[in-house]
Structure formats: structure tokens, C-alpha cells
């Protein structure tokens, strides 16, 4: 287990698992954000936090997903708070990106704040699924058993269908 030995310190191992790991975490927080530079922000922000962790180096790859899609939908959820706010406070400043009204666009939108809106086990499964983990890694990372992999993610689906279709109606 690598334990920094000052406070603050960084771990001896950073460097390596920051170039096998970094591809992964950003991808995993690409696709909760749709947007590959709040991505690599997230990934600087979790590599940080992992560089100051004892967590041993043979679970890094999973803690790092796993902390990448927490991150990610932190950062989302935040997102959606402030521009709740923004619109509560009729700041004219603030114009709708154009792109918005493209419908591809739209719809990641709703995919993303319904995602949100999920329980964050259910939310993090899909993610780190459909990120291209395996059941194992997804089972690793998580604390799960590898059989309840997929009956999470089925659930998880399931869930967000509901929350999609439940908004769907009141737009």
C-alpha cells in the first residue's frame, strides 16, 4: 500500500497510473458531462485526490472510474443548481448556447439531467458500464458481486427510462 509519509505529499506511483488511467477517467466523465474539456478537469481534480490517497495501486483503475463519475455528477448536479438559479434570478446576461436547440443535443440534455436525478449507485453503474468496464471491473469497483452487475445496470436502465419518460410528459 502506498501511504505518502508527509501530509500533502504525492504519491511515488502518480505518474505511472496517471498515464495508464487517465484515458479511462476521462472518458468515464466525458460521458456524464458531454463535453471532453469539463471531462479533463474532472480527471485533474480526481487525479489530485488520488495523488494524496493510500489507495493501493492495484485498485487504482477502479477507484479512479468510480471517482470520476462521482466527480462528474457532482459537477453536473452543480450545474444544474446554477442554472436553476440564473433562471430564478432572470439574469438576461445568460443566452441559451444556439447548438442547444439542435435536437441531438436536447436530448443528451435530458439523458444527462435525468441521470442526475437517479440514485448515485444506480447512476455510477451505468456509467462505468456503458464506459466500456466489464461486469468484473464494474463488480470491483463498486463492492459488488460480478452475478449483480448486471441486474443493477438492467435497473439502473429501467429507472432512468422512468425518469426520462415521467419528464418527457411534464415538458
Given at each position: 500500500m502506498?501511504?505518502?509519509?508527509?501530509?500533502?505529499a504525492?504519491?511515488?506511483?502518480l505518474?505511472?497510473v496517471?498515464?495508464?488511467?487517465?484515458?479511462?477517467?476521462?472518458?468515464?466523465?466525458?460521458?456524464?458531462?458531454?463535453?471532453?474539456?469539463?471531462?479533463?478537469?474532472?480527471?485533474?481534480?480526481?487525479?489530485?485526490?488520488f495523488?494524496?490517497s493510500a489507495?493501493?495501486?492495484?485498485?487504482?483503475?477502479?477507484?479512479?472510474?468510480?471517482?470520476?463519475?462521482?466527480?462528474?455528477l457532482?459537477?453536473?448536479?452543480?450545474?444544474?443548481?446554477?442554472?436553476?438559479?440564473?433562471?430564478?434570478?432572470?439574469?438576461d446576461?445568460?443566452?441559451?448556447?444556439?447548438?442547444?436547440?439542435?435536437?441531438?443535443?436536447e436530448?443528451?440534455?435530458?439523458?444527462?439531467?435525468?441521470?442526475a436525478?437517479?440514485?448515485?449507485?444506480?447512476?455510477?453503474?451505468?456509467v462505468?458500464?456503458?464506459?466500456?468496464?466489464?461486469?468484473?471491473?464494474?463488480a470491483?469497483?463498486?463492492?459488488?458481486?460480478p452475478?449483480?452487475?448486471?441486474t443493477?445496470?438492467?435497473?439502473?436502465?429501467?429507472?432512468?427510462?422512468?425518469?426520462l419518460?415521467?419528464?418527457?410528459?411534464?415538458?
Amino acid at each position: 500500500m502506498s501511504t505518502p509519509s508527509v501530509r500533502g505529499a504525492v504519491r511515488a506511483d502518480l505518474e505511472q497510473v496517471f498515464r495508464s488511467a487517465y484515458p479511462r477517467v476521462v472518458a468515464v466523465a466525458a460521458r456524464v458531462l458531454g463535453s471532453r474539456d469539463e471531462a479533463e478537469d474532472v480527471a485533474q481534480e480526481v487525479f489530485l485526490t488520488f495523488g494524496r490517497s493510500a489507495v493501493p495501486a492495484g485498485e487504482a483503475v477502479g477507484w479512479l472510474s468510480v471517482a470520476a463519475a462521482h466527480t462528474a455528477l457532482n459537477h453536473l448536479r452543480s450545474s444544474r443548481r446554477r442554472a436553476a438559479r440564473e433562471e430564478a434570478a432572470g439574469d438576461d446576461a445568460v443566452w441559451p448556447d444556439v447548438a442547444d436547440t439542435v435536437v441531438t443535443l436536447e436530448e443528451r440534455r435530458r439523458v444527462r439531467s435525468a441521470l442526475a436525478r437517479l440514485p448515485r449507485k444506480h447512476a455510477v453503474a451505468l456509467v462505468l458500464r456503458h464506459s466500456g468496464l466489464s461486469y468484473a471491473e464494474v463488480a470491483a469497483a463498486l463492492d459488488l458481486s460480478p452475478g449483480s452487475v448486471g441486474t443493477t445496470v438492467r435497473r439502473a436502465e429501467s429507472a432512468l427510462r422512468k425518469e426520462l419518460n415521467r419528464h418527457a410528459s411534464s415538458d
